[in-house]
C-alpha cells in the first residue's frame, strides 16, 4: 500500500472513482449493500486507487469507523486465504472487544465463523461502521480448496458492513492476442461470481492525455532536480504513445528516464526511443531490467570467465551465457526466488556465496539504488512492487525449471549456514521443500537448537505441518505435489525425489543422542527438552495429523498419569462422560518453594475440548516410554529432597493434628472404670484419627467377652502405640499393670504443642526475611528501570539532534551543488559571450 500511495505520483483523473467509493462507504442506519468491484485489466491502477483512497479515507472518516485494507500480492504469505480470515477476524475482535469470541486457526472455520464476527461486530454500534478493503481478491489461495471462487464471502452481509473488492475480468493466459476461446473460457471465475451475485462494478478505464499529464506534471515536481531537462515536446511524445494509456507503462518509463538521468550519460530522446519502442509493460520492464544490468556490470568487476559456471553462477550446473552470471540478475533472481522477500545483508551474501568475492561498498550502493524503483520493504525485507516484475526476472533469468530448483539449492545453502533464528525458520524451509532436499530438512526440524525456536507461537503451525507431511504413509514414490511452506507450480517441477515417510520416535532419539554427545547438558535440561518434545508429540496426535502415518497399536503398558503429573509431563485424561481432558501439570520449582503449605502440582484439568478428535496418540506414548527413565533421573536431585521435605512436613503437620485429638481420647479412656466407656472412647479415638489399623484394633477389643481390665489395657496400648509411635514416657496403670502401657501426659503434650508453635513460628519469620528480600530487590529494580527510561530519552534527544543536524547539511550541501551549477553555467555562457 505504501509503494501505491506514497513512493510515487498518483492522479485519479478527477473525482469519480474516489466519490464512488466513499458514497459505497457511507452507512444509513437500516441499509445493507452488497461488495463494490473494482476491475480492470492488469496494471490498470486498481491496487493503487485503493491505497490512495484508503489513505484519504483515514484523514477523514469517522472517529467509530473500523477501516480494514488487505493487498494481495504484497507477500507471498498475504495470499493464502486464512491469513486474510485470520487478520480481520483478529481485528474485529480486538476493535469491537469480543472478549466472548475465539478466532479459529484452520481455514474451514475461518470461513465458517467469518458472518459471525461481521454481525457480532456490526451489532456493537448503531449505525455500524465497517469498511472492508480487500485488493486483487482473484490472487487468494485457499489450503483445503480454491479461494478464487469467492466461497468464503458472505453471500448477504450485515448492516452497515462495507466490502470492497478488486479482481481483474478476463484470465491471465486468456490475455495473449494468440489466444482464441469463448466469453466462458476468457472470463475470471472470481468476476464471474461476483457479476452473478450482481454486485455493482467501477471499470477503470485507460489513462486519459490529459490523466497522463497531470501524472508527469505531478512527478517532475517530485524531481524536478533530476529531470528538470524533460522539455514539453518530450513530454508530448510519451503522452501520446498508445501504450502510455496503462498506468503502470507510464510509471516504468518515468523511473527509466529518472534512472538514465542519475546513472548514465544517455540523451533523454536515445532513452525516450528506446522505452517507446516496446509495446506492452512486460517489453519496457524487460529492456530497462536489462539496461541496469548493463551498468552494474560495468561498474561491478569482471568475474573472471575461467570460472566454472557452477561456482560463479550458482544457479545451474551447466556453462551459461554470461548473461545469466551478471550480478544484477542474481540478486532479481533471489529475489524472485524469497518467500518473503530478502534483507539487504541476505541480497549481499547470496551474491557473494554464488560469486564467490565480495561487494564494495560503492556496489551495494549502486544496487540498492536500482532496486528502489522495482521493489518495496516491508519489515526490513525487499520484494518486487508489481507482479510483472517477477514474471519478466522468471521469463528473462530463470526460464527454465531446472535453472529454478538449482537456484533454490544455492539459498537453501545460504540459509542453512546462519545459526538458529527466527529468518532461518522462516526461509530455509521453504528453499529445501522446492528443491526436495529431505535429509536438511529433516535435519532442521530434529535439531535441538532449532526445535527450541519451532516449538514457539510464530512457527509452531508451521512445524506440525511439516512433519505431517513428512509422516504420512501416502508419501511412498509420489511426486510432489504441494508445499507446506508455498506454493507449487510447474515452473518447479523436476527431478525431486519424492517425500520420505520418517518415524517421528526414531528421529528425535537420535538427535537427543546427538545432543547428549555433542553438548553433555544437565539432566534438568535434558529433561526439559524432552518434556517440550513430549508436548509437541501430544499436539501433534491431538490435531489429528498421526492418522496420516498410519501407526500401529501401543502395545506396552502405559505409564500411570499420576506419574506423568508428578513429573510434569502433559497427558491425555477422561473424564466422567467419557471425553478426552488434556492436561498439563505444573511442577513446583526447586529453587523457590511456594509460600503456602498446597500441595496439588497439577493445574486443574482443562474443559473437555470438543476439537480433539478420536485420535492415536502412538508417537507420544512410545516417546514417554523410551525417554521416562530420562525424565525420572532429572528429578532425583533437588527436586525429589523439595518433594520429600514438602511431604514430610505435611506428614508432621497431620500426625501432631492427630495426636492432639488421640491424647484427650486416651485420658478419658485412663479415668473410666467400666469396659463399656472404655470401648466407646476407643470407637471415638478411631473416628478421629482416621487411621488404617485403628478400626480393626477397635473391633477385636468389641469381639472379645467381657473381661479384666488388661483387655482394655491391651486395646489402649494399640492404640497410644499407633498414633504416638512409641514416643510418649512410660507410665504405671491405676491396676498395677506392667509398664508396657502408654500414656502421654498433659506437659509432654504441652511440650509438643509448643514445638509445633515454635516450628510455625520459624517459617513466618523465613517467610518474613524472604519477603523483605523481595521488597529490597524490587525497589532495586524500579531504580534501574528509572535509570534506564531516562537513558532512552536523552538516547532519543540526540538521536532527534543528529537527523536535525544531517538534514540541515543536506540543504547546506544542495544548495551548495546548486551554486556551483549555477557558477559553471555562468562560465559557460559568459565564454559563449
Request: glycine share 4%.
Amino acid at each position: 500500500a505504501a509503494s501505491r500511495s506514497t513512493e510515487y505520483a498518483y492522479e485519479a483523473g478527477g473525482d469519480t472513482a474516489f466519490k464512488a467509493l466513499d458514497t459505497h462507504a457511507e452507512t444509513i442506519e437500516g441499509d445493507a449493500k452488497l461488495p463494490l468491484v473494482i476491475t480492470g485489466g492488469p496494471g490498470c491502477g486498481k491496487s493503487a486507487l485503493l491505497a490512495n483512497w484508503v489513505d484519504r479515507r483515514r484523514k477523514v472518516k469517522h472517529r467509530d469507523e473500523f477501516l480494514f485494507q488487505h493487498f494481495v500480492g504484497c507477500s507471498p504469505r498475504s495470499k493464502q486465504l486464512d491469513h486474510l480470515l485470520y487478520r480481520l477476524e483478529a481485528a474485529l475482535k480486538d476493535h469491537y472487544q469480543l472478549r466472548e469470541m475465539e478466532v479459529p486457526s484452520s481455514e474451514e472455520r475461518l470461513r465458517w465463523s467469518l458472518n459471525r464476527f461481521l454481525a457480532a461486530a456490526a451489532k456493537k454500534q448503531c449505525p455500524a461502521r465497517i469498511v472492508i478493503v480487500m485488493d486483487a481478491v482473484n490472487c487468494l489461495h485457499g489450503s483445503s480448496s480454491s479461494a478464487d471462487t469467492l466461497h468464503w464471502l458472505p453471500t448477504e452481509l450485515p448492516h452497515g458492513v462495507r466490502i470492497i473488492v478488486s479482481t481483474v475480468e478476463i484470465e491471465p493466459y486468456s490475455m495473449l492476442p494468440d489466444t482464441v476461446c469463448d466469453e466462458a473460457v476468457r472470463t475470471h471465475r472470481t468476476f464471474t461470481e461476483l457479476r452473478r451475485r450482481g454486485c455493482p462494478t467501477i471499470r477503470l478505464q485507460p489513462l486519459t492525455v490529459e490523466t497522463r499529464h497531470q501524472i508527469i506534471e505531478s512527478f517532475l515536481r517530485v524531481n524536478h532536480q533530476v529531470l528538470n531537462s524533460l522539455d514539453q515536446a518530450q513530454q508530448f511524445r510519451l503522452v501520446t504513445a498508445k501504450a502510455s494509456s496503462q498506468p503502470l507503462f507510464l510509471r516504468t518509463v518515468l523511473y527509466a528516464l529518472r534512472l538514465a538521468t542519475e546513472l548514465s550519460s544517455i540523451a533523454l530522446d536515445e532513452k525516450i526511443d528506446e522505452c517507446l519502442a516496446a509495446k506492452t509493460s512486460s517489453q519496457l520492464i524487460a529492456r530497462v531490467l536489462e539496461s541496469c544490468s548493463d551498468y552494474v556490470d560495468e561498474v561491478l568487476p569482471q568475474v573472471d570467465s575461467n570460472v566454472s559456471s557452477s561456482v560463479v553462477n550458482g544457479w545451474r550446473e551447466q556453462p551459461v551465457p554470461h548473461e545469466a552470471r551478471r550480478t544484477f540478475a542474481q540478486i532479481l533472481t533471489a529475489l524472485y526466488l524469497s518467500r518473503h522477500g530478502l534483507s539487504e545483508d541476505e541480497m549481499w551474501g547470496i551474491v557473494e556465496l554464488a560469486a564467490g568475492t565480495s561487494l564494495q561498498l560503492q556496489q551495494r550502493e549502486c544496487i540498492r539504488r536500482l532496486l528502489r524503483d522495482f521493489t518495496f520493504s516491508v519489515k526490513g525485507l525487499r520484494n518486487f512492487s508489481h507482479e510483472d516484475y517477477a514474471v519478466v526476472v522468471y521469463t528473462k533469468y530463470i526460464r527454465t525449471s531446472e535453472i529454478h530448483v538449482n537456484a533454490h539449492r544455492l539459498m537453501a545453502r545460504y540459509f542453512g549456514k546462519l545459526p538458529p533464528c527466527h529468518r532461518k525458520l522462516d526461509a530455509l524451509p521453504y528453499h529445501l521443500e522446492v528443491s526436495g532436499n529431505w535429509i536438511r530438512l529433516r535435519m532442521a526440524l530434529v535439531d535441538v537448537r532449532m526445535f527450541r525456536l519451532w516449538w514457539t507461537q510464530p512457527h509452531k503451525a508451521e512445524f506440525l505441518n511439516l512433519w505431517a507431511s513428512l509422516t504420512a504413509c501416502s508419501n511412498r514414490g509420489s511426486p510432489i505435489r504441494k508445499l507446506v511452506t508455498g506454493e507449487f507450480d510447474d515452473t518447479m517441477r523436476c527431478t525431486q525425489p519424492s517425500r520420505p515417510c520418517l518415524d517421528l520416535v526414531e528421529e528425535y532419539v537420535h538427535a537427543i543422542d546427538d545432543f547428549k554427545c555433542r553438548h553433555a547438558p544437565a539432566d534438568d535440561e535434558l529433561a526439559t527438552v524432552i518434556l517440550r518434545v513430549a508436548d509437541f508429540m501430544l499436539e501433534f496426535a491431538t490435531s489429528g495429523l498421526e492418522e496420516a502415518a498410519d501407526v500401529p497399536q501401543f502395545i506396552h503398558p502405559g505409564i500411570p498419569n499420576s506419574d506423568m503429573a508428578s513429573l510434569g509431563v502433559p497427558h491425555i485424561s477422561r473424564d466422567k462422560d467419557g471425553n478426552s481432558v488434556l492436561n498439563r501439570p505444573r511442577v513446583k520449582n526447586a529453587e523457590k518453594p511456594p509460600l503456602t503449605n498446597k500441595h496439588n502440582t497439577m493445574d486443574p484439568p482443562m474443559k473437555v475440548d470438543e476439537e480433539i478428535p478420536t485420535c492415536s496418540t502412538y508417537f507420544y506414548h512410545r516417546w514417554m516410554w523410551i525417554q521416562f527413565p530420562l525424565v525420572s533421573l532429572a528429578n532425583c536431585g533437588e527436586k525429589c529432597l523439595l518433594g520429600v521435605q514438602q511431604q514430610a512436613s505435611s506428614s508432621h503437620s497431620r500426625t501432631t493434628l492427630c495426636n492432639t485429638h488421640v491424647g484427650s481420647c486416651l485420658e478419658e479412656t485412663h479415668s473410666a472404670t467400666s469396659l463399656g466407656e472404655m470401648r466407646g472412647n476407643v470407637g471415638k479415638a478411631s473416628f478421629l484419627g482416621h487411621g488404617s489399623r485403628l478400626p480393626h484394633a477397635a473391633s477385636e477389643s468389641r469381639g472379645r467377652h467381657k473381661g479384666t481390665m488388661r483387655d482394655g489395657c491391651q486395646a489402649r496400648t494399640m492404640v497410644a502405640s499407633y498414633f504416638v509411635g512409641g514416643n510418649a514416657p512410660f507410665l504405671s496403670d491405676s491396676h498395677g499393670v506392667a509398664s508396657s502401657v502408654y500414656k502421654p501426659s498433659s506437659e509432654w503434650l504441652l511440650n509438643q504443642s509448643s514445638c509445633s508453635f515454635q516450628s510455625v513460628r520459624n517459617v513466618i519469620a523465613s517467610f518474613r526475611v524472604e519477603l523483605d528480600g523481595l521488597q529490597q530487590e524490587r525497589k532495586q529494580l524500579d531504580r534501574e528501570c528509572n535509570r534506564s527510561r531516562d537513558e532512552a530519552l536523552q538516547l532519543i534527544q540526540v538521536l532527534s539532534s543528529v537527523d536535525e543536524a544531517e538534514s540541515r547539511l543536506n540543504r547546506v550541501a544542495h544548495e551548495l551543488q546548486l551554486a556551483r551549477r549555477h557558477q559553471v553555467v555562468a562560465q559557460v555562457l559568459q565564454l559563449a559571450r
